[in-house]
């Protein structure tokens, strides 16, 4: 089945520092969607990217859509430390990322500490 | 609105007992998700519906497992016979049938304990 790799799987940094993290698969996706997850909660909806090559910002948040279709990046700005947690990326599965919406596929997430 | 809820938010019950979770959606959503949480993982897909239609169900969902939605709104998922290996974070999202219903939005989760 497709699977999604996050990369680096934790991160700890300083408050005020930038944030990258990015997500690929081994086959097409038609959308991708970034969550952020707090300990013992539902993953909450960051952002939604639709179309290759888009860049989209929510916030201090920005997300982009690779142009190969297989990958996507976040990034965080000005970190605070409300930003801990548990991000991650996701897309809908079928055989092209297209015929089915009715699942999605995660990755394994990526763990962001924020020191004060 | 309220968002997605679920009841209750955890559960602890002897293995081999029934378990049944409950989930509203958003009211004006007509897919609703279940999907299955372990620590250090990412949500894995159980099963979906679209108004009270079951679509779809994973592989992970064993012969004790079933889900209704009876009347198209809320839904129930019931585990039977419960095992350790059941301990986990069961997650109900929903979405709007429409251009962009990948955009599943989750409740907070029933957190399960098997013991």
């Known amino acids: 089945g497709q699977q999604l790799n996050q990369s680096p799987q934790s991160m700890f940094i300083q408050e005020g520092e930038d944030v990258s993290m990015n997500c690929t698969s081994s086959?097409?996706?038609?959308?991708w969607l970034w969550y952020k997850q707090d300990p013992g909660e539902g993953p909450v909806l960051l952002i939604a990217?639709?179309?290759?090559?888009e860049l989209t910002s929510n916030g201090r948040l920005t997300a982009q859509f690779g142009i190969t279709r297989k990958d996507s990046f976040l990034n965080i700005s000005a970190s605070i430390p409300s930003d801990v947690g548990i991000y991650f990326c996701?897309?809908?599965?079928?055989?092209?990322?297209?015929?089915?919406?009715?699942?999605?596929?995660f990755g394994q997430g990526t763990i962001l500490t924020v020191h004060p | 609105d309220t968002g997605v809820s679920q009841n209750p938010r955890h559960k602890i019950t002897k293995r081999g007992q029934n378990v049944t979770f409950r989930c509203d959606p958003i009211?004006?959503?007509?897919?609703l998700y279940w999907y299955r949480q372990t620590l250090g993982q990412g949500p894995e897909f159980l099963t979906y519906?679209?108004?009270?239609?079951?679509?779809?169900k994973s592989r992970l969902l064993s012969d004790r497992f079933s889900a209704e939605r009876p009347k198209g709104s809320f839904s129930t998922l019931e585990i039977q016979r419960t095992e350790q290996g059941d301990s986990a974070m069961y997650l109900c999202?929903?979405?709007?049938?429409?251009?962009?219903?990948?955009?599943?939005?989750f409740g907070p989760g029933t957190r399960l304990t098997v013991t």
């Open positions: 009211s004006e959503h007509n897919r």
């Open positions: 086959s097409i996706f038609n959308t």
């Open positions: 519906f679209q108004n009270e239609a079951q679509l779809e």
């Open positions: 990217l639709y179309k290759a090559g």
């Open positions: 999202a929903s979405s709007l049938r429409a251009a962009r219903l990948s955009e599943q939005y």
């Open positions: 996701a897309g809908p599965s079928g055989v092209d990322g297209g015929t089915s919406y009715g699942k999605l596929t």
